[in-house]
């Protein structure tokens, strides 16, 4: 049976696998769920195996575990490794959710009309690397495996993979490989099918501001004392001009800035403005002046805001002034700044703009380089043909706004560009309420990444 045949006779089952897989609440920010993370460890392992792995392991490592797992058809061919994370974002806040997000349904949408899987991790990340698990299982079974091929999926993404670096780094001989291929990016639509060759990286900070040595009656100390609260909001205000430009001193001096034909380039890709207000239900669109949206979300960084609190957030009333507020903010980053440097800019700069009256901590969680990829290597030829076999269109090369740490460290450490190849969209509410994936999404996936097998074979042997 032919590899796309052998998919189309099971597609009902491996739909039916991924639910199983995305019922496991692996929630890696969270202690609470540290056995279901293990367990969904578990799951990817003995699914290598059932596809056809030789080799399937759990590695320990000092946090959650890495699944390795290898086909090796002749040490003389081409070798593919996948890369792609079984743990998920934290589900918060539940109730936004129109169904449980542990609980994964399929629903028809406008932009899915044939369905789409809306559990927590449906497109990130276990959907996207399960396509690989499943086409390997294709090519094994149609005996049309071309090359040899390599799994390193970790539990760790969506809280820095904070103990990758250190597997990649002792284990390069095992991880060897011709390419790379991660699955975890999304493309432009179905209709236009795009390869990401950017990424932005990432610093992300936790502040504290403490005022008084405790909570104190508003009535009695409000306007004699400073308020965490108000103070804090003052000083994110001013961590952004009239312009959207950001103001912690050195932030921009490394920034990369693409020439007026490179961005021309990047401006060509289908855009439609009035289109992505309406997904958004918002107005305008808003950002730093100067640049369009494919730019403000590609190729420059930014500074957001991804949780504030502090004080009495109850029910009803409660007049207090409160003794600390905090912040968690997240900085996107472009090549060449150094997410270690801009961690001790933003420390800095933010520690100097207290005023008398308060104490500041600074705390950075994590954070990863940017990167961009080759256009023009072997492993993109063999994407970009295997890309227009399925979809009918060459893909468009993007940058994308988000952040997948490990590609700058397999660049450096495995010394190969992995390929970005992700099938998601970006109006499936990734790390949102709602997070959802296209069945056909997934399934025509699984033919791409069997074809690139196959082309990725041929364009070598050429080469």
Known sequence: MAVNDFIQSNKDRFLNELIDLLKIPSVSADPKFKDDVFKAADF??????????????????AGYPIVYGEKIVDPSLPTVL??????????????????????????????????????????????????????????????????????????????????????VIENKEKLKSDVILISDTHMISMKDPSITVGLRGMAYMEVEVTGPNRDLHSGTYGGAVANPINVLCKMIASLKDENEHITIPGFYDKVQELTAEQRGRLNEAPFDLKE??????????????????????????????????????????????????????????????????????FEAHFK?????????????????????????????????????????????????????????????????????????????????????????????????????FRHFKALSDQS
């Not at 990817?44 to 490592?61: F, M, N, R, W, Y």
């Not at 690989?132 to 799994?151: Q, R, T, Y």
Request: aromatic share 10%; hydrophobic share 35%.
């Open 352 to 452: 100097s703009i207290a005023p008398a009256g308060v104490k500041v901590k600074v705390k950075s969680h994590h954070g990863g380089s940017p990167a961009v990829v080759s256009d023009t290597s072997v492993g993109y030829k063999a994407a970009e043909a295997a890309m227009e076999e399925t979809f009918g269109k060459k893909p468009i090369p993007t940058r994308e706004g988000g952040s997948i740490p490990i590609v700058a460290l397999f660049q450096k450490e495995l010394g190969s560009d992995p390929i970005l190849y992700g099938f998601g969209l970006d109006t499936d509410a990734l790390h949102s309420p709602n997070e959802h994936y296209g069945v056909q999404n997934y399934l025509m996936g699984i033919e791409t990444i069997a074809a690139f």
């Open 82 to 167: 996948v890369y792609g994370h079984y743990d998920v974002q934290p589900a918060d806040p539940y109730e936004l959710w129109d169904s449980p997000p542990f609980e994964p349904v399929i629903k028809k949408t406008k932009i899915h009309p044939e369905g789409a899987i809306f559990a927590r991790g449906s497109a990130d990340d276990k959907g996207q690397f399960y396509m690989h698990v499943k086409a390997f299982e294709a090519m094994m079974a149609s005996g049309e495996l071309p090359c040899n091929v390599k799994f390193m999926i970790e539990g760790e993404e969506e809280v820095g993979s904070d103990n990758l670096d250190k597997f």
């Open 276 to 345: 992505y207000e309406e997904k958004l239900d918002v107005d305008t669109v808003f950002g730093e002046k100067g640049y369009t949206t494919i730019e403000r979300v590609g190729i420059r960084p930014t500074l957001d805001v991804n949780g504030i609190w502090g004080g009495y957030i109850g029910e009803g009333a409660k007049t207090v002034l409160p003794s600390k507020a905090y912040a968690k903010i997240s900085m996107r980053l472009v090549p060449d700044q150094d997410w270690h440097e801009i961690a001790q800019l």
């Open 44 to 61: 990817v392992k003995e699914s290598l195996i059932k596809a056809g792995a030789d080799v399937a392991e759990i590695c320990p490592t």
